[in-house]
């Protein structure tokens, strides 16, 4: 059974830094591409980040680029969102997933999700 879990999130002020990190267990955490999403209430999922198995690749959405960098470390099986400069509109749920294949940007191709953890930008 494969498990993720975010942590990270929070409280911040506009123009701020917070770090996300997705810790993973069960299959080796290698074989997953990895992504990051983010949803508010009431809206649609939006893809923000994306990372290969090893890291090599990556894909940023554009309304983050720049300001956000994705990254993993296969030794501590933990993917991790760099988020600065943050704006309100950064407000949402972040949610991590997993899957068994190439990174892509869109969510039903994932097959593995955390819970979410909440960023809050305060303007």
């Known amino acids: 059974q494969v498990q993720l879990v975010e942590s990270g999130g929070g409280l911040v002020q506009a123009g701020g830094s917070l770090r996300l990190s997705c810790a993973v267990s069960?299959?080796?955490?290698?074989?997953?591409?990895m992504a990051w999403f983010r949803q508010v209430s009431g809206s649609e999922r939006e893809f923000v980040a994306t990372?290969?198995?090893?890291?090599?690749?990556?894909n940023i959405a554009d309304s983050v680029k720049g300001r956000f960098t994705i990254s993993r470390d296969n030794a501590k099986n933990t993917m991790y969102l760099q988020m600065n400069s943050l704006k309100s509109d950064d407000t949402a749920v972040y949610y991590c997933?997993?899957?068994?294949?190439?990174?892509?940007?869109?969510?039903?191709?994932?097959?593995?999700w955390g819970q979410g953890t909440q960023v809050t930008v305060s303007s």
């Open positions: 997933a997993a899957r068994l294949a190439w990174a892509t940007s869109e969510w039903w191709n994932y097959e593995y």
């Open positions: 069960g299959r080796p955490f290698s074989t997953y591409a």
């Open positions: 990372i290969g198995t090893t890291g090599d690749f990556t």
